[in-house]
């Protein structure tokens, strides 16, 4: 693939992120703030939302799995992870923490397990483009070319 | 119509002889389709024909006559006649060869008779008694002949009788006899033979009846071709009466129709395009095509194809038409709807394209703009700082010529960092990331201000003035930076091309105006306030006594940079995207800028905004800088004043001299729009206080002072003098709203070292500290316990040109806080261990109380706040930023309650960190 075409691609490939709801013009602030004396910036703060949302996911499914569901403890969890999601951009993650959260305050164990699925479907799928996405831009970058700066108005 | 089919048969097929002939079936209906007049039967073969066939046909006296009058019938006939003849000859000659082949048996059987005389001599004289029939038929002689060959040969058997005796008769009685018997015999053979010969004539001699068959298998031909034709057929005589008329689907009948004209039976649209179609053939004598379409009562709006042929007599004149008609509406229908689809098509095509042109140019067009953005905010801080670093250079020692270079370098960089500014701002406004906010301001103080400003800066002998109506409210919501802006950048315009006069500030209070129903932006704005305060519409005139705009100029007065004329560009500068950026924030709003001028006689501009009233009970002290100020105003009708005047001070200004001179007012401005430390250079380069050293005094004083009362170095003003405490750090004005007021700034600096006193003045003790001892940034906590929203924080931070510490709950928050001061602290709500709110009480507590009590009573760590305890720190009011993820009124409200300056509403976005910082770093 030639760099033009992989630039275009890459262009598409992040609108179609953005059209799908999967990010939202938060994730436009992070690129907006990746420069030359931070050019990594995006994937840092991906991988660490990944690590993070990782252990959140994991400590979610315990509390969750426990025979008496302590509330107080699952809350914070989701509510940090409506944090993070929200401040990459995760649009999607970040509305079924949202709907998450309600059903903790209703203490409805069931519906918790069902979003806790939800979350992390949303989740894998937010994971699985970004890191697609970053794949392509690394192919650029390999290839010399630059990455194409995100147009506003989405 | 019918002849010109006629003739096509004839010459292909040659033996396809036909006169006008009709389905039998057709026959009963033949005086609704067949509208042709009886026949009159006066036609030979024809008519026999016709009558025989099918007795109820209509025809043909007229049909007869236009056969026998046209050379198409004339062929016709011919035709007949010949094929006619041809059996005729046929039969003839059989017959001939017939006679010829009798004769030639009669002249052998004489032949034979003759020799037999010849060898019987004797017999000749023989009596001729003998039975004859008849002596004029050649058959009859050949009888004698055969009866004397018979005579002659019983004559020679019985000669042996002597002649004339009894047996000698009864012998030659009985050979006669069976002569006879014999030629009896031969006659009978000879009369069947006749008769047979006779009918094989018969067979050939029947044309009439050849004919009629012929006529059928025509007709058959004829009827099975025509039975289902759509077509109407007929035949017009020379004035285009119809003679002869044939129609599948008859509406009218016979008798309506013939002898008259078209015109005379239809009415309606085509009509008279037919008629006049069938006369320009008639006239030409050319057969041609044409597709009509007829609108009649008739039958409705239905298209014809039509063809017209003239027709000719023997003679070769033109004695009328032949026409065929083929209702076609369909085919047309299906014909137009292919060509509109084609039509279509092409048109979307073309669409198509030029959309694909717009949408590539409006992609290079963002992408343009983006660049332009992206550029400007990379020259922004490279040169903001060049500009900083020539400010403190202007604060050390120079000399003039260096003073005066360097503040050309300030005011050019100035100029530029604004038109970067500006860029900026229209960039944010275009794609919609500007953001607008909702603050509690004085719409009195802003115009004060403003106009103080402006005034401050003013090089001409002008007055400004401010008139605020009674209706006007006290207090209202809107997003006062922005107003502040649009208006300084006003009248700074109408200043700019006011040579003498007046400019002035006029506010009222109008009713909803009817662009505002239908702007979505005005809801939009409505909805993001959770207030619940009317709206008011204010209208807003800044006008002037300038030059005028001229009419043709005013089009593009708002479109980027564009100025008036070229003329003007160069005479008096600016960068044109002024009142493009006013334009696109007041519409960003809600509001509508318009503008009204005469040249040479002034102009008035005018923006109509919605704004909120703000119910005086859910007043509070953690509004904007503004009603911060009014809020320990000393006077009582300030907040109620609605009329300033600013007049020329001309003659303080020009007696300093000096290059600084002309800049001797900016300093107010600075002060009175920013912040008070400004303030203070304000006095010490205030011409009419132009001993250095009465300065501290009024500093001491607060000397916050109107211009109408310059003169008297009033000490009313002790809020500003508060302000002066409480700015102490946080001064340095990171973005200036204008220009003029950055350049004031500057202005500001290059003044100070006019006198050694201001050096020593609070600001310069704060440029010390913060740009040349440490680092000149103000200090900002950040107090957020998620990893993620604290790197994005940062990192934002940093591209605004700050860091930040940061604190991982509100427990740590208060121990930074405790170690060391900050300037803003921007406080997450929901952490663990201690949140945002109590944390902020707790602080708020301290702020009042002087300890930590408070704190130590709710569980913070006890030994390190006591520890700290020793420096009593200033009453200062830390502002204390909320970040919420919940934007509703509640959480905000609360915000407020637990002692909350602000909030910003997660996730941050650099815009909002930008304005925050624009509105509590100074």
């Not at chain 2, 800044?542 to 008036?564: H, R, S, V, W």
Request: proline fraction near 3%; charged fraction near 25%; charge should be negative.
């Amino acid at each position: 693939m030639d760099l033009v075409q992989m630039q275009k691609s890459l262009q598409d490939y992040t609108k179609s992120l953005f059209l799908e709801g999967i990010l939202d013009s938060q994730f436009l602030q992070l690129q907006q703030l990746q420069d030359e004396s931070n050019p990594d910036f995006v994937s840092q703060v991906v991988t660490l939302f990944f690590q993070d949302s990782d252990r959140i996911l994991n400590d979610l499914s315990l509390s969750l799995g426990q025979q008496v569901v302590d509330f107080k403890k699952v809350d914070p969890h989701v509510h940090q992870l409506k944090g993070s999601s929200s401040s990459i951009g995760a649009q999607r993650v970040k509305n079924a923490c949202v709907v998450f959260r309600n059903f903790c305050e209703q203490q409805n164990v069931e519906a918790c397990h069902r979003c806790l699925q939800q979350v992390k479907q949303e989740y894998y799928l937010v994971k699985n483009r970004l890191e697609t996405l970053f794949k392509l831009e690394q192919q650029i970058v390999a290839s010399g070319g630059m990455i194409p700066a995100v147009e506003l108005g989405f | 119509m019918v002849c010109e089919m006629e003739t096509d048969q004839i010459e292909e097929m040659d033996v396809e002889v036909l006169s006008s002939m009709w389905p039998e079936d057709v026959g009963t209906e033949a005086d609704k389709q067949f509208n042709v007049e009886k026949p009159a039967g006066d036609l030979d073969t024809l008519k026999e024909v016709t009558i025989e066939e099918t007795p109820t046909i209509a025809d043909l006296t007229r049909l007869p006559d236009l056969l026998n009058s046209t050379h198409q019938g004339t062929s016709q006939l011919t035709n007949l006649v010949k094929q006619w003849e041809y059996m005729q000859d046929n039969a003839v000659r059989l017959l001939r060869e017939e006679l010829k082949n009798l004769n030639r048996q009669r002249e052998e059987a004489e032949a034979k008779e003759l020799k037999i005389i010849e060898d019987y001599k004797f017999e000749s004289n023989e009596p001729e008694n003998l039975p004859v029939l008849d002596e004029t038929s050649d058959l009859f002689r050949k009888f004698r002949q055969k009866k004397r060959d018979a005579l002659v040969d019983s004559k020679k058997i019985e000669i042996d009788e002597e002649f004339d005796t009894v047996a000698y008769w009864k012998q030659k009685a009985l050979s006669l006899e069976k002569m006879l018997k014999a030629s009896t015999e031969r006659e009978r053979r000879l009369v069947e033979k006749l008769h047979e010969s006779l009918k094989t004539m018969e067979s050939h001699a029947a044309p009439v009846q050849e004919l009629t068959q012929n006529l059928k298998r025509a007709e058959g031909f004829l009827h099975f071709i025509l039975q289902n034709a759509p077509i109407v057929m007929g035949h017009q005589d020379k004035d285009l009466r119809y003679l002869f008329i044939y129609n599948k689907y008859p509406s009218l009948r016979e008798q309506d129709i013939l002898g008259k004209t078209d015109v005379e039976i239809f009415h309606g649209g085509g009509v008279k395009e037919s008629e006049d179609f069938k006369r320009e053939v008639l006239e030409k004598g050319k057969a041609s095509k044409r597709e009509i379409t007829f609108t009649t009562d008739l039958f409705g709006s239905k298209t014809f194809l039509i063809y017209v042929e003239p027709v000719y007599n023997k003679a070769g004149e033109k004695i009328g038409i032949n026409y065929m008609g083929m209702e076609v509406t369909d085919q047309v229908v299906k014909r137009e709807k292919m060509a509109k689809l084609r039509e279509d098509n092409a048109v979307r095509k073309a669409m198509e394209s030029e959309l694909n042109k717009t949408i590539h140019i409006t992609e290079e067009t963002m992408r343009a703009k983006q660049m332009l953005a992206t550029m400007s905010h990379e020259i922004r801080s490279p040169l903001s700082g060049v500009v900083g670093m020539a400010e403190i250079l202007s604060t050390t020692k120079l000399d003039k010529e260096q003073r005066q270079l360097l503040n050309v370098m300030i005011s050019s960089g100035d100029l530029v960092l604004q038109l970067i500014n500006d860029i900026l701002d229209l960039s944010k406004v275009e794609s919609g990331v500007m953001k607008l906010e909702a603050t509690k301001f004085r719409p009195r103080e802003v115009v004060k201000h403003v106009l103080q400003t402006a005034a401050a800066s003013l090089k001409k002998s002008l007055t400004l003035e401010g008139n605020i109506t009674d209706d006007v409210p006290i207090e209202v919501v809107g997003d006062v930076l922005r107003i502040r802006q649009i208006l300084t950048n006003l009248i700074s315009n109408a200043i700019k091309f006011t040579h003498d006069g007046h400019v002035g500030i006029k506010l009222q209070v109008i009713s909803e105006p009817s662009f505002a129903s239908d702007n979505s932006l005005n809801a939009d704005a409505e909805v993001d306030n959770n207030l619940t305060e009317t709206s008011v519409w204010i209208r807003c005139d800044i006008y002037d006594t300038g030059i005028g705009i001229p009419e043709n100029a005013l089009p593009c007065l708002f479109k980027k940079y564009m100025q008036a004329s070229a003329d003007h560009a160069r005479k008096y500068g600016g960068t044109g995207l002024g009142l493009a950026i006013c334009k696109q924030l007041v519409e960003l709003m809600g509001g509508q800028l318009t503008v009204t001028s005469r040249v040479n006689e002034g102009s008035t501009f005018t923006f109509i905004l919605p704004y909120k009233v703000a119910t005086s009970d859910d007043y509070s002290d953690d509004q904007d800088e503004f009603s911060d100020m009014t809020d320990h105003q000393s006077e009582p009708d300030d907040t109620t004043e609605g009329y300033f005047q600013f007049k020329p001070l001309l003659g303080s200004i020009y007696s300093n001299g000096g290059p600084v001179i002309g800049n001797g007012f900016l300093p107010h401005k600075v002060m009175l729009t920013t912040s008070p430390i400004k303030l203070i250079n304000g006095f010490v380069a205030d011409p009419s206080n132009n001993t250095g050293q009465s300065e501290i005094v009024q500093v001491e004083n607060g000397g916050y002072v109107d211009e109408t009362k310059l003169e008297t170095s009033s000490g009313h003003c002790p809020e500003s003098a508060h302000q002066y405490e409480n700015g102490n750090g946080r001064c340095f004005s990171k973005e200036s709203e204008s220009c003029s007021s950055s350049q004031a700034s500057s202005e500001g600096g290059t003044l100070e070292m006019e006198s050694e006193l201001t050096v020593s003045s609070q600001r310069e003790e704060e440029k010390a500290e913060t740009n040349l001892k440490e680092s000149s940034k103000p200090k900002i906590l950040l107090v957020e316990d998620n990893k993620i929203n604290i790197m994005v924080a940062k990192s934002m931070m940093k591209q605004l040109g700050h860091t930040m510490d940061i604190a991982n709950n509100g427990v740590e928050a208060i121990n930074a806080i405790n170690r060391s001061s900050y300037d803003l602290v921007l406080m997450d709500v929901c952490m663990p261990v201690l949140d945002g709110l109590k944390a902020t009480r707790l602080i708020r507590s301290y702020e009042e109380s002087g300890n930590w009590n408070a704190a130590i009573e709710a569980g913070v760590d006890k030994e390190i706040l006591e520890n700290e305890q020793v420096c009593v720190r200033s009453t200062n009011r830390l502002p204390i930023i909320a970040m919420t993820a919940n934007t509703l009124a509640e959480s905000s409200e609360e915000c407020y309650a637990n002692g909350m300056d602000s909030f910003i509403s997660k996730p941050v976005t650099l815009q909002k960190l930008r304005e925050c910082l624009q509105q509590y770093l100074h």
